[in-house]
């Protein structure tokens, strides 16, 4: 029944209403390997019928589904979970070849995905609504008594981005499930082979047809469509700013979870223990080459302790394995397209025109660049401010902490911050007035654990991930009041 999903000529199909079904377009989208351009798939482009077909499964199906008891819907989650575990190394296998990422970060990614789905499972099992005395609001007698529950939503669309293909698809899907909901999925279009693995999990587990449904097609061609449905009743995206802010303007009237760029600082004050800072700073920007929400992409350093931090980092940077993520293990892979390759050698080309120093790296092989670190980064460079999202990594200078917060809030990003001293009051200073969504403390900037909220202010976000925060997030109070004599 599961090689439904796939695979005469590599082709995949979107899982409908319990099915697995061939689009009638004939319109297949072809998914290379970044690292080979070898052929991993087809995917289907869907038509604007089919995703209406989908999307109203969803609806359909989303009653029976809230009708469940929850510590049901708990045990098929914590089977989903199991499942995933199991074929951890199946799927993190798909991953290497679909975006390139390395195999340990790979299983990684799946095995963290499983704890996430169980601990969803957990947490809304053990979530409780209230009571609420009108008493204590002036001119209320003691009778008003509000009884306070979570309920359902309705139809969440989860639109995942290319580079966590299993964790922010499920991520999205599991707390919107525990809360009642069903989900129709828009995977990016490079990661969804990947994302369909994941839902056949699902699938296999045991959520009853038309809970979770796939909606495969290129978003520039269906997006728009897709989140303006009036049958969606609640958007979960992460991915970029730009889409974010598209999906923002069409939308009306319609609860938004967003969670996009980034260009988070890591702070290195005089006192900082640099060992520790460089050792942080190098895994959280190259690690996937960079292409995470939550690299460190820039490090304002004070002046004084500049130069030595600068050595530790560099022969950190030397050290990191570059190549090809099928073969071997490696820390800096080949980016996820040409466009994307192009991009980030723009900001390292404009920074050196200008007068930067490129200490490590600067150089590319197709979509390959190598680990790069840029010294003496001024403000009128576009390193300063853009997101590259690769590994390239620009340092600035500053006189002192004041500096480094001024810096640090006028980037249009407020997704997270790390700060490293050996002083906690300075670190407190500091944190208290940075404008993101987590500060770190002597550590690299980084979304998990995945109980904890994850949010972005400014251009980085809107709402709070984060389990329990997502489960709230994909339900609303409802309260039914008591009016006793
Ligand atoms: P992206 O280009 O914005 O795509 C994200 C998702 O949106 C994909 O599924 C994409 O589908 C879809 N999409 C594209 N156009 C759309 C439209 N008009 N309407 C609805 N959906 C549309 O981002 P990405 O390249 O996958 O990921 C990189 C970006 O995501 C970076 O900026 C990064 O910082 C951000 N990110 C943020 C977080 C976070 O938690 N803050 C996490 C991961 C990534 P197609 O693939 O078919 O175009
Ligand atoms: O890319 C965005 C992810 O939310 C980052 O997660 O900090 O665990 O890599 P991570």
């Given at each position: 029944m599961f090689n439904d999903l796939c695979c005469k000529d590599k082709i995949y199909r979107n899982y409908v209403g319990g099915e697995w079904v061939k689009s009638e377009t004939s319109k297949l989208i072809s998914i290379n390997s970044p690292v080979d351009g070898s052929l991993v798939g087809k995917v289907q482009a869907m038509s604007k019928e089919e995703v209406d077909y989908a999307i109203q499964n969803a609806k359909e199906a989303q009653k029976q589904w809230d009708k469940m008891p929850i510590n049901k819907r708990a045990t098929i989650l914590l089977k989903a979970a199991d499942l995933l575990d199991e074929k951890a190394e199946e799927i993190a296998n798909i991953m290497v070849l679909e975006i390139a990422k390395d195999k340990k970060s790979a299983i990684s990614e799946v095995n963290r995905t499983a704890d996430y789905i169980r601990f969803s499972a957990d947490t809304a099992k053990n979530m409780a609504g209230e009571t609420l005395p009108g008493e204590s609001f002036p001119g209320t007698g003691k009778g008003k008594i509000s009884i306070v529950n979570r309920v359902s939503l309705g139809v969440v669309l989860a639109i995942s981005p290319f580079n966590y293909p299993v964790n922010l698809s499920a991520s999205k899907i599991a707390p919107a499930l525990m809360a009642g909901n069903s989900v129709v999925l828009k995977p990016?279009?490079?990661?969804?082979?990947?994302?369909?693995?994941?839902?056949?999990?699902?699938?296999?587990?045991?959520?009853?047809?038309?809970?979770?449904?796939?909606?495969?097609?290129r978003g520039s061609e269906i997006g728009d469509y897709v989140?303006?449905?009036?049958?969606?009743?609640?958007i979960n995206f992460t991915g970029s700013t730009e889409i974010g802010l598209r999906i923002s303007g069409i939308t009306t009237m319609k609860p938004l979870l967003m969670e996009l760029g980034g260009k988070d600082a890591a702070i290195v004050l005089e006192d900082a223990d640099l060992d520790l800072a460089a050792h942080n700073i190098v895994a959280g920007a190259y690690s996937y080459s960079g292409q995470r929400c939550t690299a460190v992409k820039r490090i304002l350093v004070i002046d004084k302790v500049a130069d030595e931090l600068v050595k530790k980092v560099r022969e950190k940077v030397k050290l990191l394995k570059v190549g090809?993520?099928?073969?071997?293990?490696?820390?800096?892979?080949?980016?996820?397209?040409?466009?994307?390759?192009?991009?980030?050698?723009?900001?390292?080309?404009?920074?050196?025109?200008?007068?930067?120093?490129?200490?490590?790296?600067?150089?590319?092989?197709?979509?390959?660049?190598?680990?790069?670190?840029?010294?003496?980064?001024t403000l009128d460079m576009r390193l300063a401010w853009e997101e590259p999202f690769g590994p390239v990594l620009p340092i600035i200078r500053v006189n002192n902490v004041d500096e480094a917060i001024s810096i640090a809030n006028k980037s249009e990003y407020g997704l997270q911050s790390s700060v490293f001293t050996r002083d906690i009051n300075k670190a407190f200073y500091v944190a208290n007035k940075l404008e993101v969504g987590t500060v770190q403390i002597n550590n690299k900037t980084e979304r998990g654990p995945d109980h904890f909220p994850f949010s972005g202010v400014k251009a980085s976000g809107i709402g709070t991930q984060g389990i329990r925060y997502s489960i709230e997030a994909m339900s609303r109070p409802k309260a039914i009041v008591l009016n006793i004599e």
């Open positions: 990016a279009t490079q990661g969804s082979i990947s994302a369909l693995h994941l839902v056949r999990v699902f699938q296999e587990a045991g959520v009853p047809a038309g809970v979770i449904n796939t909606i495969t097609g989140v303006g449905h009036p049958l969606v009743d609640f090809n993520p099928i073969n071997e293990q490696v820390d800096v892979v080949p980016l996820i397209d040409d466009k994307a390759a192009d991009y980030v050698e723009s900001l390292i080309l404009e920074s050196k025109e200008k007068g930067a120093t490129i200490l490590e790296g600067g150089n590319r092989e197709g979509n390959l660049i190598y680990p790069t670190l840029v010294d003496n980064v």
